[in-house]
Every structure is written in structure tokens, then in C-alpha cells.
């Protein structure tokens, strides 16, 4: 039987089976002691393989012939850097038994994007980044994870009840990968018009939001603080895109890490509350999953303006507009339209794909730089951003 090929490092570790002509890029397995890596020509991408596995050093080995059962198979096998769409455990919903796989989709062109970053400087980086399922985790302890619209409870049973029916109609509808966009777009405008109807028609107070969160089944991905104090560090702006609502966001903030960070603005469906903390109106123009983009900005604000930190920054000192490059991260192919205001040189795109692996995988393959599968924690990105922002 021939022996599988495809990437073992040096020190004696290997990867599950590789498709055809891909790379694996999943945590890698003990190899048998009797097998020995044959050194073919290195790739032409190994400093993008250090970021998967910085203690790792990959020589490359043969293609392999034979590649997993078609069910096993992701669509755009032989077109990129994939690896297999299933985990150890078929059918588990619950990610946190399979093992965490990122997919690049064109390793030489990620690797020219990240020279062109790093040579121009923090100066002109900045990071846009979704909020529900990107910075926050798709599952929790097994269960679906609550987003920023979802975890809101306001206090009126009958219109808690009116939201959650609207959420079973539409919630499949948005990740259908077989409705148009431009159907899908009407279709997302109509649920976040309705949902916004009835908040203010419920009576939602502030003091519900507080409580809401306080008891939401929300929380950060693993290194998310770890990425936020970096970037603080080193001086880059985040916005934070959301089609969520930016009062709740903000009090996740306040409650999840008890700290602000004066790098971050939230753009986001903003409230208005009259002096009883009645919810009466949203301002500017509704944000679904499908419309982010930077011409929303006049509804950005930075989170220590509400959480009072008296340090922030000037606003002169994160003129975004002056930040020509971008690492952009979300979880729907829509979020791609947060850089539209943006007159970018480069843009590097990184997706999270959580859940329907199989029916999404190729357009997110398609849409993103790099995607990472099944709720994989920020770590991965922590360590781009830390290679981006490092000294030539």
C-alpha cells in the first residue's frame, strides 16, 4: 500500500490525509516511529505554514493518489489549500470535539499581501471586524451561542415571543446558500425593520438590557483579548461592524471584560432612549448582515466614550480613512462589504465559518483569504496580527 503524502514536519509529527494536490492545516498527529518524511522541494509559502504551527518546521512530501469518500470531500477540493470538512466525530454539532481547520484558499498571494502590510507599517493598518460569530463563539458548552439581537429579553413576554418567531423564519433564510443576494438582502432588511418595530412597541427599557446580558449565553472567542490588547498596543484602530445593536455590544463589553479599550468604535444599530431609558427610536440608517460598510461611520463611537475612559485616543490619531490597509474578519460572505468605504491598497480577509461546513465552504473559500472552520478560536489571528505589525 502506498504511503499518504502531503506535510510532516521535521520533528516527526504529521497531519491527517491531505486531498489531492491540498494542504492540511490542522492540528497535526503523532506519526508512526517507523515512518520517515522524504524532503521533497519546499513550498513556495512556509512562513504562512509558521503562523498554523509557529513550533513546527514542514518539509514537503508527495501528493497522495487516493483522497477521502466523496461524503468527507469538501467541493473545491482541488482548487485550494483544503483540508476534509468533518471532524473526528461525524454529525456532533458540537464543535468542541473536532479539531480546529483553517482553509487558504491562495497561500502565494496571502503571502504577498502580508509582505506589502508589514513593510507599509502600523501606521496604515487597520482592523474591521464583525461582532456576532466572529469575535464572540458559535457554540457555547454545546449549545448555540446567543448574538447581540438574540440575547435580548425586554421584559414582555408577547413580544419576546413576536421576535423569536420572526428569528425561526428568517434566521434559515440568511444562511440559505441557494437564495439570491440580492433576494437575500430585501429579506434581511424586512427582519431587521420588524424586529426594530417591535422593541420600541414592547417598551424596551435599558434597565432590560442590562439584565438581558447579565444572563446571555455570549463570550469572546479564545484570544480575542489577547488580539484587542495588541492592537492597542501597537496603536491600530478596530471597528467593530455590527448588524447587532451597539448599546447591547457596549454592555457586553462592560460585563464580559469589565474593561474599555480606546482603540475600538462600534458601528452598529445605536438606540435612543427618552430620560426614562424607554427605548423610542434607532438612529441612521438599519444595518443587516448584508449592508456593513464604512459609509456607516457617523454611527460609530468609540466604546470608552460610553464606558469613560479618560484616556482615550483623539480622533485625529485613528483617522481610518488614512489607513489604506486591512485585515478584515467575519463570519458571512455579506461582511466583506465592511472595507467597501475604505480606498484600500491591500486587504486581507479572514472568515469563520461556523456551522453548514459543507453547503458554504466553497463560497467562503472563494470570498475569504483564509477561513477558519468549526469555531476555532483567535489565536491564529493573534499571531498574523503579531506578524503584520512586526519590524521589518
Not at 81 to 106: F, H, K, Q, Y
Not at 210 to 227: H, P, T
Request: a neutral charge.
Amino acid at each position: 500500500m502506498r504511503r499518504p503524502g502531503g506535510l510532516r514536519s521535521i520533528n516527526g509529527t504529521v497531519g491527517s490525509p491531505l486531498l489531492q494536490g491540498g494542504l492540511l492545516l490542522h492540528r497535526p498527529l503523532r506519526a508512526s516511529p517507523r515512518s520517515r518524511a522524504k524532503a521533497y522541494p519546499p513550498p513556495a509559502f512556509p512562513r504562512l505554514l509558521s503562523h498554523a504551527f509557529p513550533h513546527q518546521t514542514f518539509v514537503h512530501l508527495s501528493p497522495i493518489t487516493s483522497v477521502l469518500p466523496p461524503s468527507r470531500v469538501c467541493s473545491c477540493r482541488h482548487r485550494f489549500s483544503c483540508s476534509n470538512t468533518l471532524g473526528a466525530r461525524e454529525g456532533s454539532r458540537d464543535p468542541t470535539v473536532m479539531s480546529s481547520e483553517v482553509v487558504i484558499r491562495d497561500p502565494e498571494s496571502l503571502e504577498k499581501k502580508k509582505d506589502a502590510i508589514r513593510n507599509a507599517g502600523t501606521s496604515k493598518l487597520q482592523v474591521i471586524a464583525d461582532f456576532d460569530g466572529t469575535l464572540t463563539r458559535y457554540w457555547i458548552d454545546g449549545c448555540r451561542g446567543q448574538s447581540s439581537h438574540g440575547l435580548l429579553q425586554q421584559g414582555n413576554p408577547e413580544y419576546d415571543a413576536k421576535r423569536q418567531a420572526l428569528y425561526e423564519y428568517y434566521h434559515p433564510l440568511e444562511y440559505s446558500p441557494t437564495i439570491p443576494i440580492e433576494e437575500k438582502t430585501k429579506l434581511m432588511e424586512e427582519w431587521w425593520e420588524k424586529t426594530h418595530g417591535l422593541l420600541i412597541e414592547g417598551g424596551l427599557t435599558y434597565d432590560a438590557i442590562k439584565k438581558s446580558v447579565a444572563g446571555a449565553r455570549i463570550a469572546f472567542r479564545d484570544g480575542v483579548v489577547e488580539l484587542f490588547e495588541f492592537l492597542e498596543e501597537k496603536g491600530v484602530p478596530i471597528l467593530i461592524f455590527s448588524a447587532g445593536l451597539a448599546d447591547i455590544i457596549e454592555e457586553v463589553f462592560r460585563q464580559k471584560l469589565h474593561r474599555s479599550f480606546k482603540n475600538i468604535k462600534i458601528v452598529s444599530n445605536r438606540m435612543v432612549f427618552d430620560d426614562n431609558g424607554r427605548l423610542i427610536a434607532f438612529k441612521g440608517k438599519t444595518i443587516h448582515v448584508l449592508n456593513k460598510n464604512e459609509h456607516a461611520l457617523d454611527m460609530a463611537a468609540p466604546i470608552h466614550d460610553k464606558l469613560g475612559d479618560p484616556n482615550g485616543l483623539d480622533s485625529d490619531s485613528i483617522l481610518v480613512k488614512n489607513r489604506t490597509n486591512v485585515l478584515l474578519l467575519g463570519d458571512h460572505i455579506g461582511d466583506l462589504g465592511m472595507s467597501d468605504g475604505v480606498n484600500y491598497e491591500n486587504r486581507i480577509s479572514v472568515g469563520f465559518l461556523n456551522d453548514n461546513i459543507e453547503e458554504s465552504l466553497k463560497n467562503h473559500c472563494e470570498a475569504f483569504d483564509v477561513v477558519y472552520l468549526k469555531d476555532a478560536s483567535m489565536k491564529g489571528v493573534v499571531e498574523l496580527v503579531s506578524h503584520l505589525c512586526s519590524p521589518n
